[in-house]
Nanobody, 113 residues
Framework: QVQLQESGPGLVQPSQMLSLTCTVSGGSITASYYAWSWIRQPPGKGLEWMGTIAYDGSTYYSPSLKSRTSISWDTSKSQFSLHLSSVTPEDTAVYYC?????WGQGTQVTVSS
């Protein structure tokens, strides 16, 4: 069974870069039947898909976040990462990594000075 675990800073200053990593276990990150996504949920709001990296390394981003978002991976470590630039307090959210029916537990990120 695939397990996902997010890691990264809980507090980021405005205008800085937010970087989170998802560690994958129990499955191959390059398996063709998985696509690895980042999803977030701001307080009081619904889930927002941010982007996906597919089994072949191709990436897809939400149009509203595309200019600030980058997803990369390190297959040797079975990890994929989210990079969100120029953050504002509106980027405060619980961030999840996800693939198929598998979700990480989520990590709270607060953008504040």
């Amino acid at each position: 069974q695939v397990q996902l675990q997010e890691s990264g800073p809980g507090l980021v200053q405005p205008s800085q870069m937010l970087s989170l990593t998802c560690t994958v276990s129990g499955g191959s990150i390059t398996a063709s039947y998985y696509a690895w996504s980042w999803i977030r949920q701001p307080p009081g709001k619904g889930l927002e898909w941010m982007g996906t990296i597919a089994y072949d390394g191709s990436t897809y981003y939400s149009p509203s976040l595309k200019s600030r978002t980058s997803i990369s991976w390190d297959t040797s470590k079975s990890q994929f990462s989210l990079h969100l630039s120029s953050v504002t307090p509106e980027d405060t959210a619980v961030y999840y990594c996800q693939a198929s029916t598998y979700w990480g537990q989520g990590t709270q990120v607060t953008v504040s000075s």
